[in-house]
C-alpha cells in the first residue's frame, strides 16, 4: 500500500509513534489510510453541515475496515462574496483548494481519498487536485438546498406555494428600487430564499458540478440530486465510504476513469440540463490537471448534437414552469437524463466510460434511469425518498447525521426511511422536469461557444437561458471599467432597451480573480430590460445567470484583447446560432486602437492575488495557474 512508507519498517518506528498518538492502534497498520477531505465552513450554508457529515463517514470508514482520517479545506461562498472585493477571491480559491489538498495527500501517502465538497470553487478545487495525485477517490457532496416558498398553501415540508431561490432574492434588488416590489414583499423573498442548508436550489454552479461529477464517473448515483436535509442523502454518504475501500482494493484511480471519452459524457450533461456556463472553465482546468487535452472548440461539436431535455432554475420552460433540483430528483435525477440521451440518440454518451462504482456509465444508467426496464428497486426507492423536503434546518440535519454516526459506532443499522414517508406522488414526473430528445426543448445543447474580432479565443453563453428574440442582436456599446461602476450604471437608468452593456476588466488576470456578474445581470432584469438588453464581459457568470450574457470573452481586456479596445457606442454583433461575437470595426481602427491602448495598472498589488495575477491564463485555458505566464513576465520585466 502506497501508506506504507509511513508505517512499515523499522525506520518508521518514529512516524508510528506520531500516529498512535492520533488514535491509531495496532491493529491498523495493515488497513489502507484513508483520507476524508471536507469542506465544512459556517458561514457557507451549503457547508455548514459538513462537519456532521464528515464524523459520519469517518465511523463508516472505520467500521469497513479503513483507518479514516479527516481534514478540512478553505471555501468562498460566492452569493456571500458578491458585490465587493471578496468575490476576486472565488475564483483563486479553487487553485488554493487544489494544492492544499495535493499538500496532504502527498505529505501523509494515504491510499485512498473521500471528497466531500458541495460548493462552486470547491468542487472543481477537489476535483483538480484528485486527478494531480492520482490516488483512488470518490466524490459524494453536502446535497442540494431545498428550494423556498412563498404565497404558501400548505405550510407543510413540500407544500403547495410559488418556489424561490437565491436568484430571485437578487433579482428583488432590482425590482425593488424601481419600485416593482414593495418593501414588505422585498424582506417576504429575502426571508424565504434560502430555507435550509445545502447548495443552493437551482442548476447553478455548485449543483451543476454536483451532478456533472456523476457523469464523469466520480460519484455514485443520487450525488447532484438528493436533497442535503433528506436521510436518503445519509445513505449515499454510506455507500461512498464503504466503496472507496473497494476502489483501493482495486486500485481504480482518476486518471483511470477522467479520460477525453469521461468529460465528453461530463459536457454533454451539462448541455443536456442547461448547466452553468462556469461549467466550462473549471471542465478545462480539470482536464489540464489529468493531463487530457480538451478544448473549447469541442463544445461546439457536442452542442451541435446534444439536446436540451431539461429546465432548471434560472432557465424557465416555454409554459413557465420554474424546476429546481429537488424536482430533477423526484424525476429521476441525473442517471434518467442521461437515460433519455441513450435511448434519444444512442451512441451520443461514452457508456463504456468507467465510473467510481467500478462498473461503466452504460451499467449505471441502465440501474438508475427510472425509465429503464432493468432500474433497481434501490435506485427507485432512493429517487422517491430523496426528493421530499423535510424543512429540516442545519440544527436538525446535524441532529440527524449524529444519531446516524452514533449508530454506525455502535454496530446498528440505519433507518434510512425520510420524514413524511406517507407523501406520495401521483407519478415520477408529473411536471416533465426531464424530457425525451423526441420533446426536448431544443435539439442543440444549452451551452455554445462564440468566436469572432471580439473573442479569438473564444467566449461562452448559456444558450438554454437565452429568450428567442435576444438569439442574434446587435446594438450600441455601454461600457464600464468594473462590476461595480456597471451596478451603479444600471441601477441609475444608464442602460436602455437594446444597448449591449459590456463589462470589461474583470477578466482572471484583469479582475483579478474573474469575479461573477450576477448582481449586474440581476439588476438588468429586476429593472425590466432582461429581454433588450445583452451582457458581455472577460469576467464570468453565476450559475444563476440567465438572459443575453456572453462571457469568457478571450483574449481578456488586461492581456490586450478587443474587449479593452472598445468605446462606448461601438456596435456590437451576436448570433448564438451561427456562434458569431463581433464589433463592427474595421482592423485598421482596432490597429489605431492598439496602439494606443497601454494596460491597466494592477488593482491588486499585494498577498496572494498579486501572485494570482502574474500566473493565471485566461478563461480559454480554464483559467488554471501556468508557471510560464511568470517566466515570461521575467524575461519582460529583465530583457536581455
Not at 488497513?31 to 459538513?50: D, M, R, T, Y
Not at 476535483?127 to 495525485?133: G, S, W
Not at 450604471?489 to 432597451?497: D, M, N, Q, S, T
Request: with cysteine; net charge negative.
Amino acid at each position: 500500500m502506497r501508506s506504507d512508507v509511513i508505517k512499515k519498517g523499522p525506520e518508521r518506528a518514529p512516524h508510528r509513534s506520531l500516529l498512535r498518538a492520533t488514535g491509531v492502534r495496532e491493529s491498523d497498520w495493515d488497513k489502507p489510510f484513508i483520507a476524508i477531505c471536507s469542506s465544512h465552513v459556517e458561514i457557507i450554508p451549503g457547508h455548514v453541515h459538513l462537519d456532521a457529515v464528515g464524523y459520519f463517514v469517518r465511523e463508516v470508514v472505520r467500521a469497513a475496515g479503513g483507518v479514516p482520517f479527516l481534514f478540512h479545506t478553505i471555501g468562498v461562498d460566492d452569493g456571500i462574496a458578491m458585490g465587493h472585493e471578496g468575490m476576486k477571491y472565488s475564483l483563486p480559491s479553487r487553485e488554493l483548494i487544489a494544492d492544499s489538498v495535493e499538500t496532504m495527500l502527498h505529505a501523509h501517502a494515504f491510499d485512498g481519498m473521500i471528497c466531500i465538497p458541495n460548493c462552486d470553487k470547491i468542487v472543481p478545487g477537489m476535483l483538480m487536485a484528485a486527478m494531480r495525485c492520482n490516488i483512488p477517490t470518490i466524490f459524494v457532496s453536502g446535497g442540494p438546498m431545498e428550494a423556498g416558498l412563498l404565497d404558501v398553501v400548505n405550510a407543510a415540508p413540500g407544500g403547495n406555494g410559488r418556489k424561490v431561490d437565491l436568484i430571485n432574492a437578487f433579482m428583488a434588488v432590482g425590482e425593488h428600487q424601481i419600485g416593482k416590489i414593495s418593501d414588505e414583499e422585498f424582506y417576504r423573498i429575502e426571508q424565504a430564499a434560502c430555507p435550509t442548508c445545502g447548495s443552493c436550489s437551482g442548476m447553478f454552479t455548485a449543483n451543476s458540478m454536483n451532478c456533472l461529477s456523476e457523469a464523469l464517473g466520480m460519484a455514485l448515483p443520487g450525488n447532484g440530486t438528493i436533497l442535503a436535509t433528506n436521510e436518503t442523502r445519509i445513505g449515499l454518504y454510506q455507500r461512498a465510504a464503504r466503496q472507496i475501500l473497494e476502489l483501493v482494493k482495486r486500485d481504480i484511480k482518476p486518471r483511470d476513469i477522467c479520460t477525453q471519452a469521461a468529460f465528453d459524457n461530463a459536457m454533454i450533461l451539462d448541455m443536456a440540463m442547461g448547466g452553468s456556463t462556469n461549467t466550462l472553465l473549471h471542465t478545462l482546468a480539470i482536464a489540464a490537471e489529468a493531463g487530457v487535452d480538451y478544448g473549447m472548440d469541442r463544445i461546439n461539436e457536442l452542442s451541435q448534437k446534444t439536446p436540451n431535455i431539461c429546465k432548471v432554475a434560472p432557465s424557465s420552460t416555454p409554459d413557465g414552469w420554474t424546476y429546481h433540483i429537488q424536482d430533477v430528483q423526484r424525476a429521476g435525477g441525473i442517471h434518467t437524463i442521461l437515460g433519455a440521451l441513450v435511448r434519444g440518440k444512442p451512441g451520443l454518451l461514452h457508456e463504456d466510460c468507467l465510473t467510481v462504482t467500478g462498473r461503466t456509465l452504460g451499467d449505471n444508467i441502465r440501474e438508475w434511469d427510472l425509465r429503464s426496464k432493468a432500474v433497481t428497486k434501490e435506485a427507485l426507492a432512493t429517487m422517491a425518498n430523496g426528493a421530499i423536503p423535510s424543512g429540516r434546518g442545519v440544527d436538525a440535519v446535524r441532529a440527524m447525521l449524529r444519531a446516524a454516526t452514533e449508530k454506525v459506532a455502535a454496530g446498528q443499522p440505519l433507518d434510512l426511511t425520510p420524514q413524511g414517508k406517507d407523501w406520495v406522488h401521483p407519478k415520477w414526473d408529473p411536471m416533465h422536469c426531464i424530457r425525451e430528445v423526441s420533446n426536448a426543448y431544443s435539439q442543440e445543447g444549452g451551452l455554445t461557444i462564440l468566436y469572432g474580432n471580439l473573442a479569438p479565443e473564444g467566449s461562452v453563453v448559456k444558450t438554454a437561458g437565452v429568450d428567442p428574440e435576444m438569439m442574434a442582436h446587435t446594438g450600441p456599446a455601454v461600457i464600464f471599467e468594473s462590476q461595480e461602476e456597471a451596478c451603479a450604471g444600471i441601477l441609475a437608468g444608464k442602460v436602455k432597451p437594446g444597448d449591449v452593456v459590456v463589462i470589461r476588466n474583470e477578466g482572471p488576470k484583469g479582475g483579478p480573480g474573474m469575479q461573477e456578474m450576477l448582481s449586474p445581470t440581476s439588476y438588468i432584469k429586476g429593472v425590466g430590460l432582461g429581454k433588450s438588453v445583452a451582457l458581455i464581459t472577460d469576467g464570468r457568470f453565476s450559475g444563476g445567470t440567465a438572459g443575453a450574457c456572453i462571457g469568457h470573452v478571450s483574449p481578456e481586456a488586461a492581456e490586450g484583447g478587443v474587449i479593452g479596445l472598445l468605446r462606448d457606442g461601438d456596435m456590437i454583433h451576436f448570433d448564438i446560432r451561427r456562434q458569431i461575437l463581433e464589433v463592427k470595426l474595421s482592423e485598421e481602427e482596432l490597429e489605431r486602437r492598439r496602439a494606443a491602448w497601454r494596460p491597466p495598472e494592477p488593482r491588486l498589488n499585494h498577498g496572494w492575488m498579486a501572485r494570482y495575477q502574474k500566473l493565471v491564463a485566461n478563461a480559454a485555458r480554464g483559467a488554471i495557474l501556468d508557471p510560464e505566464r511568470l517566466k515570461a513576465a521575467r524575461q519582460v520585466a529583465s530583457p536581455a
